[in-house]
């Protein structure tokens, strides 16, 4: 018998939640429901998903951060913004974060249900595809998926998890200033409050590991008043 395909549902009008719940599980999906972005991210942290359906108007942390801190763990699982945001700088916003679909409300439940199952099978076929788990800087490479830094002499650092989602994310975003606040909401998911020290001794770490001269830092810059900027800058 084959496994139901997962769905994690988020979404904070009861009775909407509820309705589009009832349609999956009819249509023969397995569905698991939260109804803020915090608990969505605990949720996805525990269980393992094919598709993720995401409110942007929701509680704690809005859909958008949801979706961009759940790329920095797994690039492949499909996510569709099901939301009331319907401008076009809604809808490019929704897919810088990782978007592969954008149904804006009210919707046709049957044109959901089609969406959803297009997603699924598109999310299935993926396996192929290669996954963003390297970045070379310099002359190091960064493992994300074993936490590991390789070195042109063949040693190995081990990294943090939050080494290695901060390092995504500017990564991820290279060549963009990424606020402090980015910082917290993505890489903390507001579990902890780390103090500004902390994430500025994150970058002083980076540039340790990756500068040349880390008093004339050419890869990892701080932006004053805002936050860090990685610049992948070729070695001259």
Request: glycine letters at 4%; hydrophobic letters at 40%.
């Amino acid at each position: 018998m084959q496994a139901k395909q997962r769905i994690l549902l988020v979404e904070d009008e009861e009775h909407l939640l509820e309705a589009i719940k009832l349609n999956l599980e009819l249509e023969g999906y397995r569905v698991t429901t939260a109804t803020d972005g915090k608990k969505a991210l605990k949720i996805f942290k525990e269980e393992r998903f094919n598709l993720i359906v995401l409110d942007v108007m929701i509680p704690e942390i809005d859909g958008f951060q949801v979706a961009e801190t759940i790329r920095l763990q797994n690039t492949e699982v499909p996510i569709m913004f099901l939301t009331a945001k319907n401008s076009s700088e809604d809808r490019i916003t929704g897919l810088k974060k990782g978007a592969d679909d954008y149904l804006v409300k009210p919707f046709n439940l049957e044109e959901l249900i089609l969406r959803v199952g297009n997603l699924i099978r598109r999310g299935l076929k993926a396996d192929d595809l290669k996954e963003f788990n390297s970045y070379t800087i310099g002359d190091k490479t960064i493992y994300f998926n074993s936490y590991e830094l390789h070195h042109a002499d063949g040693s190995i650092t081990s990294l943090t998890k939050k080494e290695t989602m901060l390092l995504k994310l500017l990564i991820e975003r290279k060549n963009e200033a990424v606020s402090r606040e980015q910082i917290l909401e993505t890489v903390w998911n507001y579990d902890v409050y780390p103090s500004t020290r902390t994430i500025d001794n994150f970058i002083l770490t980076f540039r340790k590991y990756f500068e040349p001269d880390q008093k004339h830092p050419v890869f990892f810059h701080s932006i004053r008043g805002v936050g860090y900027k990685f610049t992948d800058t070729p070695t001259v």
